[in-house]
């Protein structure tokens, strides 16, 4: 039976110790465990696959079809690492679900685990997350004494161990491949792919990488079953997505909405508003590698990942950071490309270049005001990063770029030289 709540994820967010095992197991938590061993691990994969849950770390990759990828024949064991990194500029959902649900991250860990068979899990996350850190590794510790996890976990003859490793603060390791240098003890740079790391992964074996807000999705699924997962969302998006909201609105935080859920209520009714009345002008939908959106395309768009194509942007992590009309776009872009320009691990010449220059054009527009020429030489640039590298950091400066240059063009023409007393006002 579905129940009646309206959400999957953070039924328990906000609850008094809702972290712990005891309120975990009072409300309803490690059910779909015992169900989970009754099941052979393909009809696991094929229920996952049914539900249409999608990877929620950016990509959008269907997760059953992901680990049915998985070779069972190599005579390797198979890894599960959970993408718990979370470094996306804007993005701050996985943070909620470890710190408030750890033991659904863990339920999601084991199902994911069997269904792949897999016996070794490996949570990867964010070095500066401490508080979530604590929450996962008492959950993980309180587990292990009840017999969650390790040997003949649930008495069923399936044994599980999972391992917590925390990051060194490096943006790039919450690339999937980078994440398993950095986990083999390497410096954490991408891997060229193929090979995919379900085929050559983790210390050359088999590996499923999963982000924490997908694997959190699998209780419900188990529990429910693929059918009532796709009463979420759309068909084509089906479920719930975490979306973190920030900047200019009146009341900031993570929210779960259906996916196909309209930005502009998420903006205007959930999230109180644009800050001091004053008018939006733009909206980073989905972490702040998306190509950005326009004041119109909020009138239209709904969260879900074809509507967001269709506007020309991504649904990626679902980071929301809204922007009223006070804020100057260019200084707004030249903020993302030091990011990515710090953040580039240097290994492709497109992304450790170009990501440099497109920072220095930009602060030399804001220093000494800009020409056309230096529009279209951003361009180039952009043109020259997308697609051209080992991973996709280049594009996710490369596509803001093109998109802010695109929907805010009056914003660079302020600063084109001549016009410099605005450009005056930012101190770099
Ligand atoms: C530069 C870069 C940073 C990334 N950072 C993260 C991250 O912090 N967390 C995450 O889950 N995925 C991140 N990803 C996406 C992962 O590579 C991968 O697609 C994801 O972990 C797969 O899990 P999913 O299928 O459940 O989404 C990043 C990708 C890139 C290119
Ligand atoms: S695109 Fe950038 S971050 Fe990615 S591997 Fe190449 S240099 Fe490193």
Known sequence: MVPSMSLILTNRVG????????????????????????????????EVKNSGLRGRGGAGFSAGLKW????????????????ADESEPGTFKDRLLLEDDPHQLIEGIIIACYAIRSHTAYIYIRGEFDLPCQRIRSAVAEAYAKGYLGKNIFKSGYDLDVTIHRGAGAYICGEETALLESLEGKKGQPRIKPPFPAVVGLF?????INNVETLSALPFIINHGAAAYRRFGTE??????????????????????PLGYPLKDLIEKDCGGVLGGKRLKAVVPGGSSVPVLNAQDVETVKLDYESLMQHGSMLGSGGVIVLHEGVDMLWALRNLSRFYAHESCGQCTPCREGSGWVDKILVRFLREG???????????????????????????LAMPVLSYLK??????AAHFRGKTAQAQMHVL
């Open 68 to 83: 049915s990828f998985v070779p069972q024949d190599t005579g390797k064991p198979v890894y599960l690492c959970v993408n």
């Open 204 to 208: 050359g074996s088999p590996t499923v």
């Open 236 to 257: 084509k998006s089906p479920g719930t997505k975490l979306f973190s909201v920030s900047g200019h609105v009146n009341k900031p935080g993570v929210l779960e909405k």
């Open 407 to 412: 929907k805010f063009p009056e914003d660079f």
């Open 370 to 396: 800009g020409t056309s020429a230096d529009i279209e030489l951003l361009k180039d640039i952009s043109n020259n990063m997308m697609g051209k590298t080992i991973c996709v950091l280049a594009d996710a």
């Open 15 to 46: 609850q008094p110790e809702s972290y712990t095992l005891q309120v975990f197991e009072k409300t309803g938590g490690y059910q779909s465990v015992k169900k989970l061993f009754s099941l052979q691990p393909n009809q696991v994969i094929d």
